[in-house]
């Protein structure tokens, strides 16, 4: 019996998550696309940046090379991010238990 298209399981796993169990002739052509037409399309505003790194992420389980292109992928845009904070470039608001927001970028005593 299938399980119901709405049920508990199949809304937990993402989208990404059941592209990567995928088998290999629907994950390899998808992942290789997303990632050609991430590069094609780059410069159009809605295509292109999240392109590449999807297709990297439904390629990895199926190819050595592309798992470990993710893994490095995925520690330099941590690296990235972290220099973000610390340079002030993103914002980082930390919630209190009291569930107030609280900006550690501004001090108290201003």
């Known amino acids: ?7 508990e399981d199949s809304r937990r796993k993402g989208l990404i998550a059941r592209m990567r169990g995928a088998p290999r002739y629907v994950g390899v052509p998808l992942g290789v696309g997303l990632i050609l037409g991430g590069t094609i399309l780059a410069p159009l505003p809605v295509f292109g940046v999240w392109m590449f790194p999807l297709g990297l992420a439904i390629l990895a389980p199926h190819s050595p090379h592309a798992h470990r292109l993710s893994r490095r992928f995925h520690r330099w845009s941590l690296r990235v991010l972290r ?3 610390r340079n002030g470039f993103v914002r980082v608001k930390i919630k209190t238990p009291s569930g107030d927001h609280k ?8």
């Open 83 to 85: 220099w973000s904070i």
């Open 1 to 7: 019996m299938a399980p119901e298209r709405n049920s």
């Open 103 to 110: 900006d550690p970028s501004r001090s108290a005593d201003s």
